[in-house]
C-alpha cells in the first residue's frame, strides 16, 4: 500500500515458506532501548517493510500522475486540485464503516485484499476508456481502503513485534519511510513523468501494489482474526471510543494534525506574502518532514522507552510554540528553522504509540488503529481547508501563529484529560 521471534543470523537470511505460521511474538516485554537495527532483525518485519516502501511508492507516484492526467483531459485547475484532495476525503469513511474487517478476518488476508484493489483500481485508471468521473471515483476508492490497510498493519506489527519498544521503533521506522516520501517521492514522479505519459506512469503503480501484496503473501504469518464475533459492526466503534483513556489518546493522536497542516497550506501564499523566491518555497516546504524525520530518529536510537514516555507531554505542549514566531513576520530561514523545531517535537508519537497500544484489548486493535489512522488523514484535510478559509480573512503570519495558540490550549486539555482518565482506570482496577 504504516510474528515471529528473531531468528540465529544464517536462518533469518532464509526465504519463508509459502504458508508461515504464526510464532511468539518477539519484544513484548522490551525495556530497554533496542535501537532500529534490532527491528529489522525480525525477518518478518523485513517483509512488512518492503511491502510498505512497495506501496507508499505506488500511491505517491498514482497520486501525482492521476492529478496530471486529469488537468490534461479537462484543462481544470480545480478538477486537478480535487484529484488530491480526494485522497483525504474517504479515509473518513472508509475508516468508519470498514474498521472493523480489520479484526473480522485474518490479518494477512486483509492486507493482500487491499492492496489487491488497489492494484485493480490502478489498473483500471489507465483504460483510455476510464471517464474523468471514473477515474476520481476509483481515487475515492484507494483512499477508502487505505485506512484499513493501514490500521490492520499496524495492529500485526504488535503480533510480529510485540506490544513492547519493538512495536513502537517499527512503528517510527514506517513513519520515517511515509515522511521521507514527501521529499523525494514526489520528485521522483516528476521525473518518472518526464519520461513516461501519466497512464503509464499510473500503470507502472500497479505492479507495486502487486508486489506489494505478493511480499505480504508471502512472508508474513497466517493468524486468525482478532474478534472472536465477526457479526460486530459500528456498535464496537462506538464502544471503543465510549472508553474514556481510549478517546482521549484517539484525540491526542488526531488533535495535533490538525494544526501541523497549518504552515504547509499557508507556504505558497506565506512566500508570495513575504515576496520570495520559489527556492525560499521549497525550503518552507521541506522544513517540517527534515525535522520530524531527524526527530523520530533520535528518539528512537537514543532515548529509552521509559524517557520518552515521559517525553510525551511535554513535546506535545512545545511542538506549537515555534509556530507563534510568525507574530513577528520572520523570514524565510527563521521560518523554516521554526518548522524544523515544530516537526522534531513530533517525536511525542514513539511515546503516544506505547501508550495507546497498551490501552487497547488486543481483540480491538485493528479496529482501533484503523480509525485511528483514518482521522488523521481527514482532520488534515480539514486543517488545509479550514486554514485557507481562515487565511482569506486574516494575514497568513497570524494565522499560523493563531494556530500555535489553539493547538497549544487544545492539547493541554487532552493531556490532562488523558491523566484523568488513567487515574480514573487505575482505582477501578
Known amino acids: 500500500m504504516p510474528p515471529t521471534t528473531p531468528t540465529a543470523a544464517a536462518a533469518s537470511e532464509t526465504p519463508p515458506p509459502p504458508e508461515p505460521t504464526a510464532a511468539p511474538a518477539a519484544g513484548a516485554a522490551d525495556a530497554s532501548p533496542t535501537g532500529y537495527a534490532a527491528v529489522f532483525r525480525v525477518r518478518e518485519f523485513r517483509w512488512v517493510f518492503g511491502a510498505h516502501l512497495l506501496s507508499l511508492l505506488g500511491l505517491v507516484v498514482s497520486e501525482i500522475a492521476l492529478t496530471v492526467l486529469v488537468y490534461d483531459l479537462t484543462?481544470?485547475?480545480?478538477?486537478?486540485?480535487?484529484?488530491?484532495?480526494?485522497?483525504?476525503?474517504?479515509?473518513?469513511?472508509?475508516?468508519?464503516?470498514?474498521?472493523?474487517?480489520?479484526?473480522?478476518?485474518?490479518?494477512?488476508?486483509?492486507?493482500?485484499v487491499c492492496d489487491l484493489v488497489c492494484a485493480g483500481a490502478v489498473a483500471l485508471?489507465?483504460?483510455?476508456?476510464?471517464p474523468v468521473a471514473g477515474l476520481l471515483a476509483l481515487r475515492c476508492a484507494v483512499a477508502a481502503v487505505a485506512p484499513v490497510f493501514q490500521g490492520t498493519r499496524m495492529a500485526t506489527l504488535a503480533d510480529i513485534l510485540g506490544d513492547g519498544d519493538l512495536f513502537v521503533l517499527g512503528r517510527s521506522l514506517l513513519r520515517i519511510v511515509s515522511q521521507s516520501a514527501l521529499l523525494a517521492g514526489f520528485g521522483v514522479g516528476g521525473v518518472l513523468l518526464t519520461v513516461v505519459p501519466p497512464r503509464g506512469a499510473i500503470a507502472l503503480t500497479a505492479g507495486t501494489f502487486l508486489l506489494s501484496a505478493l511480499l505480504l503473501r508471502l512472508g508474513t504469518a497466517?493468524?486468525?482474526?482478532?474478534?472472536?464475533?465477526?457479526?460486530?459492526?459500528?456498535?464496537?466503534?462506538?464502544s471503543l471510543l465510549r472508553d474514556r483513556r481510549i478517546r482521549a489518546l484517539m484525540l491526542l493522536f488526531w488533535v495535533p494534525p490538525l494544526f501541523v497542516v497549518v504552515p504547509e497550506a499557508l507556504a505558497a501564499p506565506y512566500a508570495d506574502e513575504l515576496g520570495v523566491s520559489t527556492a525560499a518555497l521549497g525550503l518552507l516546504m521541506c522544513a517540517m518532514p527534515v525535522g520530524t524525520i531527524a526527530g523520530e530518529l533520535l528518539a528512537g536510537a537514543v532515548l529509552r522507552p521509559a524517557t520518552r514516555s515521559r517525553?510525551?507531554?511535554?513535546?506535545?505542549?512545545?511542538?506549537?510554540?515555534?509556530f507563534l514566531l510568525y507574530a513577528l513576520r520572520p523570514g524565510p530561514a527563521l521560518a523554516a528553522l521554526a518548522l524544523v523545531l515544530a516537526g522534531a517535537a513530533g517525536a511525542y508519537t514513539l511515546g503516544l504509540d506505547a501508550w495507546f497500544v497498551a490501552a487497547v484489548p488486543e481483540e480491538r486493535r485493528g479496529r482501533a488503529m484503523t480509525l485511528m489512522t483514518a482521522g488523521m488523514m481527514t482532520v488534515q484535510g480539514v486543517g488545509m481547508a479550514g486554514a485557507g478559509l481562515v487565511a482569506e480573512f486574516v494575514?497568513?503570519?497570524?494565522?499560523?501563529?493563531?494556530?500555535?495558540?489553539?493547538?497549544?490550549?487544545a492539547v493541554a486539555a487532552l493531556l490532562a484529560e488523558s491523566r484523568a482518565a488513567a487515574g480514573r482506570k487505575m482505582r477501578r482496577g
Open 75 to 112: 484543462r481544470s485547475p480545480l478538477l486537478s486540485s480535487l484529484t488530491f484532495a480526494l485522497g483525504f476525503l474517504p479515509y473518513l469513511l472508509g475508516g468508519t464503516l470498514l474498521a472493523g474487517l480489520a479484526d473480522r478476518h485474518p490479518p494477512r488476508r486483509v492486507l493482500v
Open 125 to 130: 485508471m489507465v483504460l483510455p476508456a476510464t
Open 222 to 238: 497466517r493468524r486468525p482474526a482478532r474478534a472472536a464475533d465477526r457479526r460486530e459492526g459500528l456498535g464496537a466503534t462506538w
Open 311 to 322: 517525553l510525551v507531554a511535554p513535546l506535545l505542549l512545545a511542538g506549537f510554540l515555534p
Open 395 to 409: 494575514p497568513v503570519h497570524l494565522t499560523v501563529a493563531g494556530a500555535g495558540v489553539l493547538a497549544t490550549v
